[in-house]
């Protein structure tokens, strides 16, 4: 049977996913999640990175981590020309070959999204040289239909304003859906669902869910979030790379989609203690949800931090597979997603037997 999801679940992603929320301006979409997940915690901050830190007390004195990041890798602007263009800088990890010819929304100091093209120069002019070259990002414009400086500022942008390439969420056909983001607000629906799910059951560990701020520009939230949590045990929430297209050979596919989260045994940024890999593959067999291991060491997650910071943690990453991310959009499987809640949901009620 296929798997359908709630409406309220389609909505939660939609609205996660055309959430502005480039990194280090992340406020529209801790809005949004604050709001959802108020009903099921006990206490709940803001700290001064911009992580969303919610607690749900459990039994005992040991504290599970569940992180997710709200960032979305995007731009800045860096220059304004005489004659309106504006020049702009990447925050996080693009591929600057992919880059021209997409709109792009830039944030205005107020508030205000005003909408601009990538421009490039038409093929008619380029020199043969040309043609096969990709354009450097130095040389990559956005072109808002502004005349002037002038009125480039009188529209409430200035150097430093956030900018991303903006798409609409769409669901492909029953099982897929398309949008922006979905690394990682896949990961704070996963989590937002998770707190849901255990509503009114005492867990034997208390459960911190932070919402991180900056994780792709070098998993910065996750870091002072850890500092203040002291987490035993954490995990990151990711959507990952998944990379099963033509052309691509298997041994570089992290995951795949339809085969069910994705649990890493080795990334960039960390190494999981093996106990907790294994105790996820158990997990998930004994709930009867299907997974996969994401073959290493492609990427890097805030586990990595977190493993990393005070006295460290038993950390690991669980996550929902993408195609295509760190693009202007990627493609998911709503059944992959599924079922990360199921064993996020199933870790979160169990992961005390890791003791
Ligand atoms: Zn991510």
């Known amino acids: 049977m296929t798997y359908e999801p709630k409406d309220e679940t389609l909505e939660l992603l939609r609205s996660l996913s055309e ?26 901050r803001t700290d001064a990175m911009g992580n969303l830190i919610a607690y749900r007390r459990g039994r005992g ?28 800088a990447p925050l996080g990890g693009w591929d600057a070959r992919i880059i021209p010819s997409h709109a792009m929304t830039i944030r205005t100091q107020s508030g205000q999204l005003v909408k601009g093209a990538v421009g490039t ?22 072109d808002i239909g502004a005349s002037s400086r002038e009125e480039v500022e009188q529209r409430g942008i200035r150097i430093g304003s956030p900018a991303v390439i903006a798409y609409p969420f769409e669901r492909l056909n029953e099982g897929v859906v398309m949008g922006k983001a979905l690394d990682d607000r896949v990961g704070c629906a ?40 002291e ?36 990334d960039r940024s960390l190494i999981p203690n093996p106990k907790l ?19 290493p060491p492609f990427g890097s997650t ?27 959009f990627s493609l998911m499987r709503l059944e992959d997603f599924a079922n990360t809640v199921k064993l996020t949901v199933a870790f979160a009620r169990r992961c005390r037997e890791l003791f």
Do not use: W
Request: proline share 7%.
């Open 121 to 142: 120069p038409p093929p008619h002019i380029l020199k043969p040289e040309e043609r096969d070259k990709p354009f450097p990002l130095e040389e990559l414009f956005v």
């Open 61 to 88: 004195d040991r504290v599970l981590m569940l992180d997710a990041h709200m960032d979305e890798i995007g731009f800045m602007v860096s220059y304004i020309e005489e004659n309106g263009f504006l020049r702009f």
């Open 190 to 229: 996963v989590l937002i669902e998770t707190l849901k799910a255990l509503k009114g059951e005492e867990l034997e560990v208390t459960l911190a869910a932070n919402f991180a701020a900056c994780e792709e520009v070098g998993l910065r939230g996750a870091r002072t979030a850890a500092f203040q949590i």
């Open 302 to 328: 805030d586990a990595g931090a977190i493993q990393q910071t005070g006295k460290g943690a038993i950390a690991g990453v669980v996550s929902v597979p993408c195609r295509y991310i760190h693009s202007p």
């Open 231 to 266: 987490p035993d045990i954490a995990l990151a929430l990711e959507g990952t790379v998944a990379a099963d297209v033509p052309g691509v050979h298997a041994v570089r596919q992290p995951t795949a989609l339809g085969k069910g989260p994705a649990i890493t045994v080795a």
């Open 19 to 44: 959430a502005f929320g480039v990194a280090g301006f992340e406020d529209e979409v801790r809005a949004l999640i604050q709001e959802r997940i108020e009903p099921y915690v006990d206490e709940l």
């Open 277 to 295: 890999v294994d105790f996820l593959l158990e997990l998930a067999e004994e709930e009867g949800v299907p997974c996969q291991l994401k073959v």
